[in-house]
């Protein structure tokens, strides 16, 4: 039986001091039929050992029904991890952050009464156990002592970046405990005082997040633990991007950064290896109370040493030559481009407009004094329609006395669409009531208005994780009346098989279709089409564009297409560019943008 221990401020596997180098790569992020490709690639960089989250929206996507298949099969994830002669470093949360939706929190969980996240908390504590009841049992079974790859678990996530609760922190210890999952324990914070002090626990190994200057981040950690191993579990070699940002990249040579570390002895994880992508309506957000709400990008690329479609960079043949330098790992060796195709444009012949869909996509449907939201309806992702009835005669503007009749969305989450007996009258973005929209005259049998909102990704780190509900919360008033009394559709967009299509018509909130053939297969990119929206290919949900940028392409992986006929779904939420589509031979992320970071940033 294989051993994992921490002694005398080393790491050692069975009883030999080990010196992990480590890169983060997330099942959920990349298609399941290219995790092998993804694994080739970190054994080939000289890596040792790869490191996931695990993010339990996926894995529980409502109370008590658990999803372990497909992109979520974490079981043969860590089969094919062992496989690869790598050992394994898992962080199943329960908070991820990560850049995903919620920091992982399945949304339905926001709506538990009396629950409150992260901490001693009863609601929340009983969600999370029953929860970790199913997944730890899969975890002790891959446990290095009892033949798998899992050498360490973590214990929450960056709990010092978020709050105080030792007695939480040794519950999730318990838990393992009580489901016998023995190899080490470990938290990972921020290399900074309150991070550390409010993110560890007596006992368990320490780990530290930085980007840059590890001489002073590991100082900093012996000051609180001097006998512990250092370890940087995050190593950020690059980042992420927001729409409306430019794409970031790192400015200075991480692979220098990489070299130091190394030569110290000290544990590194790359924090991305390979970041994947945001498939579908994963992406989270961020925001506190110092910023506005500014959501995630489809592409979780992060400027790291295998892009988003699975090409080795400039960073990869870095990163191996520093490797290289401290290890006799006859692995290393230089990768082949993964092979890309460009299919000819396609033409957006036909179309299905959202609302006259409705029947089709609803899952959830009911109606309700005041508008639920998401969470109350027990859903993650997807969109929210509401729709009721505004009584009649209003008056135009000009009949009124110049009196204009306005509807106002107050505190709606986070992108809505308004119409009036079908009529499109305009969208809103985040909207606090503030903008209101102009209505015309309403005749004495009333009016009908619908609403639809799309969740576009929940905040995913600092104080306002779970609390970000998403749909209308605060209500919708005519001028400063609130209405009362709606009917609601819950669309998580699961399904399009059921959508009636037509003639093509470029009008906002439309579904239009379209096919490609292919006579080979490989990694495709698709130009963005319009203002913002959505693209399934073959089913398959892409994720999310929108021209405010940076990303130009979504990726189509591999796997996801196929020889012939090929179709594709866009829903356009304001205006298609064209009705015709065009591909692209290579990833477009967006015009480049070098950011500095202070060692607390990076």
């Not at 480590?22 to 690639?41: C, I, M, N, Q």
């Amino acid at each position: 039986m294989g051993t994992v221990e921490i002694q005398n401020g080393k790491i050692l596997i069975d009883h030999e001091p080990v010196q992990l180098i480590s890169g983060a790569l997330h099942y959920f992020r990349v298609h399941p039929e290219l995790w092998d490709d993804r694994l080739d690639k970190a054994v080939a960089l000289g890596l040792n050992a790869i490191e996931t989250y695990i993010p339990w929206n996926l894995h529980e996507p409502h109370p008590g029904e658990y999803c372990f298949s497909g992109i979520t099969d974490l079981p043969a994830f860590i089969s094919k991890v062992q496989a690869h002669g790598l050992k394994l470093i898992l962080r199943p949360g329960p908070y991820i952050c990560a850049e995903w939706d919620n920091g992982g929190f399945p949304g339905w969980l926001l709506a538990v009464p009396g629950v409150e996240l992260r901490r001693m908390n009863k609601p929340y504590l009983e969600a999370l156990t029953r929860y970790y009841d199913v997944l730890l049992p899969m975890i002790q079974k891959k446990t290095y002592p009892n033949g798998g790859p899992v050498i360490m678990v973590q214990l929450e996530n960056e709990y010092g970046s978020f709050g105080y609760d030792k007695e939480y922190l040794k519950y999730i210890g318990d838990l393992y405990a009580k489901h016998q999952i023995n190899v080490p324990q470990f938290t990972s914070d921020g290399a900074v005082g309150h991070y550390i002090t409010g993110g560890t626990l007596p006992g368990v190994l320490m780990t530290l997040n930085f980007g840059s200057n590890p001489e002073n981040a590991f100082k900093n950690g012996r000051m609180y633990r001097p006998d512990n191993p250092d370890f940087c579990m995050e190593f950020w070699n690059g980042w992420f991007d927001h729409w409306g940002e430019e794409h970031h990249i790192r400015q200075d040579d991480a692979s220098i950064v990489l070299d130091e570390m190394l030569k110290m002895g000290a544990g590194v994880n790359l924090y991305m290896f390979h970041g994947g992508t945001n498939f579908g309506f994963t992406n989270g957000a961020n925001g506190n109370f110092a910023e506005e709400y500014s959501p995630t990008v489809t592409s979780y690329d992060y400027d790291c040493p295998v892009s988003e479609c699975g090409d080795a960079t400039e960073k990869f043949y870095a990163f191996q030559k520093v490797i290289a330098k401290y290890t006799n790992n006859p692995n290393i060796k230089p990768v082949a481009p993964v092979k890309k195709v460009c299919p000819a444009n396609v033409v957006l012949n036909e179309s299905a407009p959202l609302l006259q869909n409705i029947p089709a996509l609803s899952t959830i449907k009911g109606h309700a004094v005041t508008p639920p939201t998401m969470e109350q309806l027990g859903e993650n992702f997807g969109f929210l329609h509401y729709s009721t009835m505004i009584d009649g005669p209003l008056y135009s503007k000009e009949k009124n006395g110049g009196y204009q009749e306005v509807i106002r969305l107050i505190d709606v989450n986070d992108f809505a669409l308004v119409w009036l007996d079908g009529k499109f009258l305009g969208s809103r973005w985040r909207e606090n009531g503030r903008n209101p929209i102009e209505i015309p005259e309403v005749p004495a049998e009333g009016s009908r208005l619908d609403v639809l909102v799309e969740n576009c990704g929940r905040i995913n780190y600092g104080p306002k994780v779970g609390k970000d509900f998403k749909g209308i919360i605060g209500g919708v008033a005519l001028e400063m009346q609130y209405r009362f009394n709606w009917d609601y559709n819950m669309l998580p967009m699961n399904d399009l098989s059921g959508l009636s299509f037509g003639a093509f018509s470029n009008d906002p909130a439309t579904f239009h279709r379209g096919t490609f053939e292919l006579d080979e297969i490989g990694e495709a990119f698709l130009m963005r089409p319009g203002t913002k929206g959505l693209v399934w290919v073959n089913g398959f949900n892409l994720g999310r564009y929108w021209n405010k940028g940076p990303t130009e392409t979504l990726y189509i992986p591999s796997p996801v297409l196929k020889k012939g006929t090929n179709e594709i779904i866009v829903l356009e939420l304001e205006k298609l560019d064209s009705a015709e589509l065009r591909f692209s031979p290579e990833l477009r992320l967006g015009a480049l943008k070098e950011k500095e970071r202070t060692l607390t940033e990076w």
